[in-house]
């Protein structure tokens, strides 16, 4: 059984900075790509970056230059650092996992999922 768990989440004023974590556990035979997803009320759920386990990395148009992701691939661990945040940026932030796990199967994983707002 594999658990994605997101930490990190929080409110912050307009320029402010967070940084969310991320970190998939159990039985993991192999970790493909990790990466973060938003939704924000009446809106899908939408990529905004991911990194393969080799380290090539992608970003959402509307995050690019602001937000920088980054993983641990001994940890199973995926990061997220925000900055010059934007009130659009407000939405629930979930971790997404795409791994091998004890199905031998290439399977998706998802987080809870954390809250983040950006509000003066």
């Known amino acids: 059984q594999v658990r994605v768990v997101e930490s990190g989440g929080g409110s912050v004023q307009p320029g402010g900075s967070l940084r969310l974590s991320c970190a998939a556990s159990?039985?993991?035979?192999?970790?493909?790509?990790m990466g973060w997803y938003r939704q924000a009320p009446g809106k899908e759920r939408d990529l905004v970056a991911s990194i393969t386990r080799g380290g090539s990395t992608s970003y959402a148009d509307s995050v690019k230059g602001r937000f920088a992701i980054s993983g641990d691939n001994a940890k199973n661990t995926v990061y997220l650092q925000m900055n010059s945040l934007k009130p659009e940026d407000t939405a629930v932030y979930y971790c997404?996992?795409?791994?091998?796990?004890?199905?031998?199967?290439?399977?998706?994983?998802w987080g809870q999922g954390t809250q983040v707002t950006v509000a003066s």
């Open positions: 159990g039985s993991i035979f192999s970790m493909y790509v």
């Open positions: 997404n996992a795409v791994l091998v796990g004890g199905t031998g199967l290439l399977q998706n994983y």
